[in-house]
């Protein structure tokens, strides 16, 4: 498969390996390939995220229906970011968006954040950075971070990273 046998990352693989049964593993790819992605695109991501394989496929299929569908991020982007997919939509990622989607409604920063950074930065950070420095002219960023407003994918203002342009997609959200 490709791994360093001394990295960590071959460790997890070797355990999700034994815990994953055949038919479970097959269902996972079967989710994987339905949004898009090669076999060998389901490869690299489990070498990246080796436990992405031990998800249900009802998880599984959550949150590629939010990156790829809701977000319209492309396989590609989120194989180069898979950490993403760690996280719980409903407790980090969801609000984080939320919160940036209030934050772009206000112009309250100048500068482009990779989403995926965002999501996978700390939470002290992020409280820190984006909603307490905030709290006070867009009183909206606390509600948006404590889940009581509506993330609306389609009206969160996104634009395309440079890398994107040369076939790596990545998707920023856009401060300015």
Not at 29 to 41: K, L, N, P, Q, Y
Not at 45 to 72: C, D, G, R, T, V
Request: proline share 3%; with cysteine.
């Amino acid at each position: 498969m490709g791994f360093d046998l001394e990295s960590s990352y071959f460790c997890k693989a070797v355990r999700t390996l034994c815990y994953v049964t055949e038919s479970a593993w097959e269902s996972r790819c079967v989710v994987f390939r339905s949004f898009g992605f090669s076999d060998s695109e389901i490869l690299s991501m489990f070498k990246k995220l080796p436990h992405i394989m031990s998800y249900s496929e009802k998880i599984l299929n959550e949150k590629m229906e939010f990156f790829l569908n809701k977000m319209q991020w492309t396989p590609l982007r989120l194989l180069s970011s898979p950490v993403v997919l760690d996280y719980s939509l409903k407790k980090r990622t969801i609000p984080r968006c939320s919160v940036l989607q209030v934050l772009v409604s206000k112009n309250r920063t100048s500068e482009s954040y990779m989403l995926s950074t965002l999501l996978v930065m700390s939470e002290k950070k992020f409280i820190k950075h984006f909603v307490t420095a905030h709290k006070d002219e867009v009183p909206g960023v606390v509600k948006a971070y404590q889940g009581k407003l509506t993330f609306d994918e389609y009206t969160f203002k996104q634009k395309r990273h440079k890398d994107e342009i040369r076939s790596s997609p990545d998707i920023l959200v856009n401060q300015s």
